[in-house]
């Protein structure tokens, strides 16, 4: 055995210096070793005991034992030991840990670490795993990884269970952890200000569990200033890996994450089935594959069995041998994966057992009798995908069950169709995990409604839902109000690399809306989507059995006893408001269904958005309510209605009470780099919806899906480099297998569905790649223009210009899909810009489908000129370039059409069909 000996050192204290024999020291718990000791003796601790060093004994006086830098001494309480280390600066987490194990719990000791750590640095030990769940930094805090893996301790987690919480509702006004539960801070003198916060040097295992690495958890006087994200690594998350969210509240508008910085993390392999492909080819009825991974994750990290699959697909149209002549639907079938076996030899490299079926809401997944194999040739390189989450379950939110206590049996509470089909899926071998009840457990057995687990429930539980693990991983979630960088990071196969969602908050005008993110020298590669910002949760309430007359300010309501008027205050500012709600009974009345004086509605097929001016009191024989124009001024505009509409629909879009639910106010996408989508039924690197959305400068490689998904009040494409393909086997990309279009071909990526207020598309390349053959998709390359009613203050424009556009391409439209009326037996659209500008383009196709068209967006003032179009192919059946549209004119009687100085090389009717 290894002996560790002490020595002495002479300290003029209470005793003369004295010398003592040395002494074996192996264990600091021991009492035996510690029985003639005296002040001033320094001695040495193994590292596998509070992290190792020196200690040095002194008197218990004036000391306070914290098991991480100053240690009681056994058997004698007149002395303390304390760490001879500089403490002022960092402190090291193993310091508070008495016994190291990579499999135990060590929650309690990494708190302790964490709270002796309050404006300090907090020090990990490289290659070591530490286990722990909902840990809780102090208000100020610098934790260094220093390369350590982090994991969650399986027997403790919850749905959704984070490392580190930061959370105000936990923390002490001096920034520790208070434990046992305190109440959300409510009122100033309670805030909770979190500042320079910094992450660094971790290597986080998921596990696949739905756990993240970091959440913020704050509404109410609560802050954070200054986060710092950077040189992490994030793997098997099925969670959220970070999750930063705050929400500004009518008593507290200060609530914020400002400058949230998230740089230089590589965030790989997020969710079960990512890089994995065919090795090899295999034929229809094929039931044993072989596969393996892209990299070099043992293969066994990416498989969950009874989960299902997708394949990417390679058609051209009737593949010889496949049924249904390859149809979308059989090339994309949904594959259950029933059993695994990693190779002896390559740990990259296994093979699967699948089972072909479908799945529904209504009867659950439901094996294919005849053929349980392949429904299509595969080829090697093929993908195997996760399914499209809208569409298939591949994380079930299973039934609800009774959890008892002390029993290892769960029981269903409730049915219902959903629950009814999830139940079914449920199979023995599966691991599961639920909101309140601790620890991960697996299903033994199944019996009628009752579920057997491999051990006793450490409490009891009514109505608690359950989860299987396996989802994908949305990498950076950020949801509220907050300002974010984004630079520098890998996202290497996963959900979303980065997903938005902005809050219902106060403020309807761009300048009263704080959240934000720019992006910034990224990579994104086989995600399921790059980036999805998202609108929050919507406060919409719609308003029936009304109408509207052009000219008049009056809602008449027809059926006014649906309807009841109040004086309430809804949203507890102490002040009443005047409302109209569905409820019966004043307590009943909330803002959620109530409609307010000050509430702004967009009314379906009216111009402008209208503020409530006054609702009437005196109904007589029907009920109104007195509605205005908002004009650029934020002034209300007594003028009327627009157009006449017999019940439309009435969309509030801001209340006083609850804000508007548009509060991802400004997103920057400039000099990242995004290769290919792996989510079937459509992968957008940009499926979004801000209200000011610049995407500049970066590269785009895409294959089968739109590039863009876009939305917002002003849009800008500026200066990208976009690329679309359709996959030939090699190398391993993902397949088109979101393509759909023309009866199951594929085609090169398109631009994508584009919506606003205020667009511009300029100054970017854009090359489509598909091969030269009868069969693939001529809806490649399609653009797809979506004006919309714009927000106050916003203007309405659309300019299309400067692009170079060319590729094996079967077409592209310029459209606009805009929603339509009907006027005197003609049909006119809803919404339209106020100028329309396409220039200076440059297109070239050398694969034609009719020919380009451009369905002209209705526009006030339409200008397009100064274009260049080459169609090289000997096609004769070509459409006119320029689709006939007007304006209402009972909304617009006149508009101007600018058709000039454009080039043609083939010879194509230009403008035949333009109606002046």
């Known amino acids: 055995m290894k002996k560790i000996f002490y020595f002495i050192v002479c300290i003029a204290l209470k005793t003369s210096a004295q010398n003592h024999p040395a002494i074996e020291i192996l264990d600091i718990a021991s009492p035996s070793k510690f029985k003639n000791i005296h002040e001033g003796l320094i001695f040495s601790i193994p590292d596998s005991v509070y992290g190792g060093g020196s200690l040095t004994i002194r008197s218990a006086t004036g000391f306070t034992v914290n098991n991480g830098t100053v240690f009681p001494v056994p058997g004698n309480a007149a002395f303390v030991a304390i760490r001879n280390a500089d403490t002022t600066q960092s402190l090291k987490v193993d310091w508070f840990i008495p016994a190291y194990s990579d499999t135990a719990d060590l929650t309690n000791y990494i708190q302790a670490a964490l709270n002796a750590s309050n404006n300090k640095t907090l020090v990990f030990t490289k290659g070591r795993t530490y286990r722990f769940n909902n840990v809780y930094p102090p208000l100020t805090i610098k934790l260094n990884g220093n390369g350590c893996m982090v994991k969650h301790y399986k027997n403790t987690f919850k749905y959704l269970t984070p490392l580190f919480f930061l959370s105000p509702a936990m923390i002490?006004?001096?920034?520790?952890?208070?434990?046992?539960?305190?109440?959300?801070?409510?009122?100033?003198?309670?805030?909770?200000?979190?500042?320079?916060?910094?992450?660094?040097?971790?290597?986080?295992?998921?596990?696949?569990?739905?756990?993240?690495?970091?959440?913020?958890?704050?509404?109410?006087?609560?802050?954070f200033d200054s986060i710092y994200i950077h040189d992490n690594s994030f793997t098997r998350c099925s969670g959220f890996a970070l999750w930063l969210k705050v929400q500004r509240v009518k008593t507290d508008s200060s609530s914020i994450i400002r400058n949230a910085m998230i740089s230089n993390n590589n965030f790989k392999?997020?969710?079960?089935?990512?890089?994995?492909?065919?090795?090899?080819?295999?034929?229809?009825?094929?039931?044993?594959?072989?596969?393996?991974?892209?990299?070099?994750?043992?293969?066994?990290?990416?498989?969950?069995?009874?989960?299902?699959?997708?394949?990417?697909?390679?058609f051209s149209g009737n593949e010889a041998n496949v049924e249904g002549g390859g149809t979308y639907n059989k090339s994309n079938a949904l594959y259950m994966v029933?059993?695994?076996?990693?190779?002896?030899?390559?740990?990259?490299?296994?093979?699967?057992?699948?089972?072909?079926?479908?799945?529904?809401?209504?009867?659950?997944?439901?094996?294919?009798?005849?053929?349980?194999?392949?429904?299509?040739?595969?080829?090697?390189?093929?993908?195997?995908?996760?399914?499209?989450?809208?569409?298939?379950?591949?994380?079930?939110?299973?039934?609800?069950?009774?959890?008892?206590?002390?029993?290892?049996?769960?029981v269903r509470s409730t049915h219902t169709v959903t629950e009814d089909a999830n139940y079914k899926n449920l199979v023995v071998g599966q691991s599961i995990y639920s909101v309140s009840i601790t620890g991960v457990y697996t299903i033994t057995r199944k019996v009628a409604?009752?579920?057997?687990?491999?051990?006793?429930?450490?409490?009891?539980?009514?109505?608690?839902?359950?989860?299987?693990?396996?989802?994908?991983?949305?990498?950076?979630?950020?949801?509220?109000?907050?300002?974010?960088?984004?630079?520098?990071?890998?996202?290497?196969?996963?959900?979303?690399?980065?997903?938005?969602?902005?809050?219902?908050?106060?403020?309807?005008?761009?300048?009263?809306?704080?959240?934000?993110?720019?992006?910034?020298?990224?990579?994104?590669?086989?995600?399921?989507?790059?980036?999805?910002?998202?609108?929050?949760?919507?406060?919409?309430?719609?308003?029936?059995?009304?109408?509207?007359?052009?000219?008049?300010?009056?809602?008449?309501?027809?059926?006014?006893?649906?309807?009841?008027?109040?004086?309430?205050?809804?949203?507890?500012?102490?002040?009443?408001?005047?409302?109209?709600?569905?409820?019966?009974?004043?307590?009943?009345?909330?803002?959620?269904?109530?409609?307010?004086?000050?509430?702004?509605?967009?009314?379906?097929?009216?111009?402008?958005?209208?503020?409530?001016?006054?609702?009437?009191?005196?109904?007589?024989?029907?009920?109104?309510?007195?509605m205005h124009r908002i004009g650029a001024t934020h002034l209300d505009i007594v003028g009327g209605f627009s157009t006449s509409r017999t019940s439309p629909s009435f969309s509030r879009i801001y209340s006083p009470s609850l804000g508007t639910n548009e509060c991802v106010g400004t997103a920057v996408l400039n000099s990242n780099k995004m290769y290919y989508g792996i989510r079937s039924g459509g992968s957008y690197f940009a499926s979004a919806r801000v209200y000011n959305f610049t995407i500049s400068n970066n590269e785009l490689y895409n294959c089968g899906g739109l590039?863009?998904?876009?939305?917002?009040?002003?849009?800008s494409v500026i200066n990208n480099r976009l690329t679309g393909v359709i996959w030939q086997g090699e190398p391993s990309i993902p397949g088109p297998s979101s393509s759909s279009a023309g009866g199951g071909t594929n085609g090169a990526g398109s631009f994508g569905a584009v919506y606003g207020g205020d667009i511009t598309i300029k100054g970017n390349n854009i090359v489509y790649k598909q091969p030269d053959a009868d069969g693939f998709s001529s809806y490649t390359g399609l653009l797809a223009l979506y004006p919309r009613i714009p927000m106050v203050c916003e203007t309405s424009k659309f300019e299309f210009s400067n692009n170079e556009i060319s590729g094996q391409i079967g077409g592209l439209c310029v459209a606009s899909s805009n929603?339509?009326?009907?006027?005197?037996?003609?049909?006119?659209?809803?919404?339209?810009?106020?100028?329309?500008?396409?220039?200076?383009?440059?297109?070239?196709?050398n694969k034609g489908m009719s020919a380009l068209s451009l369905l002209i967006p209705i526009a006030l003032n339409n200008i397009i000129t100064n274009n260049t179009f080459t169609f090289n192919n000997n096609s004769t059946n070509f459409k006119s370039i320029l689709l006939k549209g007007?304006?209402?004119?009972?909304?617009?009687?006149?508009?101007?059409?600018?058709?000039?100085?454009?080039?043609?090389?083939?010879?194509?009717?230009?403008?035949?069909?333009?109606?002046?």
């Open 338 to 410: 029933t059993g695994f076996i990693q190779d002896a030899n390559d740990v990259t490299k296994g093979i699967i057992t699948i089972a072909s079926g479908i799945y529904n809401k209504s009867t659950g997944w439901d094996a294919d009798a005849v053929n349980t194999g392949l429904k299509s040739p595969i080829k090697k390189n093929l993908w195997i995908i996760p399914p499209n989450q809208y569409e298939f379950p591949l994380a079930i939110r299973m039934p609800k069950f009774n959890w008892t206590a002390g029993n290892n049996k769960i």
């Open 819 to 845: 929603g339509k009326e009907i006027v005197n037996g003609t049909s006119f659209p809803t919404s339209n810009w106020d100028s329309y500008l396409f220039t200076n383009n440059t297109i070239s196709l």
């Open 269 to 314: 392999n997020n969710g079960a089935f990512i890089h994995l492909v065919a090795d090899s080819p295999y034929k229809i009825g094929a039931i044993n594959l072989k596969i393996r991974t892209m990299d070099s994750t043992p293969i066994a990290n990416r498989i969950i069995l009874y989960r299902y699959i997708q394949f990417s697909t390679y």
């Open 449 to 626: 409604d009752s579920i057997f687990l491999d051990r006793p429930s450490p409490a009891t539980a009514s109505d608690n839902v359950a989860y299987l693990p396996g989802d994908l991983g949305i990498q950076i979630y950020l949801y509220g109000d907050v300002q974010a960088v984004v630079t520098g990071n890998l996202f290497d196969g996963g959900s979303r690399g980065v997903s938005f969602g902005g809050m219902t908050g106060k403020g309807l005008w761009p300048d009263q809306i704080p959240s934000s993110i720019i992006e910034e020298d990224n990579i994104f590669k086989y995600n399921w989507m790059a980036n999805e910002f998202w609108s929050g949760n919507s406060v919409d309430i719609k308003m029936s059995a009304a109408s509207v007359t052009a000219g008049d300010s009056v809602v008449y309501i027809s059926n006014p006893s649906n309807y009841y008027y109040y004086s309430k205050d809804i949203d507890n500012d102490g002040i009443n408001e005047t409302i109209l709600s569905t409820s019966s009974t004043s307590a009943g009345a909330t803002a959620a269904n109530s409609y307010a004086v000050g509430d702004v509605y967009f009314i379906t097929g009216v111009q402008g958005l209208y503020r409530i001016h006054s609702i009437s009191s005196n109904w007589g024989a029907a009920k109104s309510i007195i």
């Open 172 to 223: 002490k006004a001096d920034g520790t952890y208070s434990g046992g539960g305190r109440p959300v801070p409510t009122s100033a003198s309670k805030r909770r200000n979190y500042k320079n916060l910094e992450f660094y040097g971790f290597n986080y295992d998921g596990e696949d569990l739905s756990g993240q690495f970091i959440q913020t958890n704050a509404t109410s006087w609560c802050s």
């Open 707 to 715: 590039f863009f998904e876009i939305g917002g009040g002003k849009l």
């Open 886 to 916: 007007y304006p209402n004119p009972n909304t617009f009687p006149k508009y101007n059409m600018n058709v000039s100085n454009n080039k043609l090389t083939q010879n194509v009717p230009f403008g035949a069909d333009i109606k002046n």
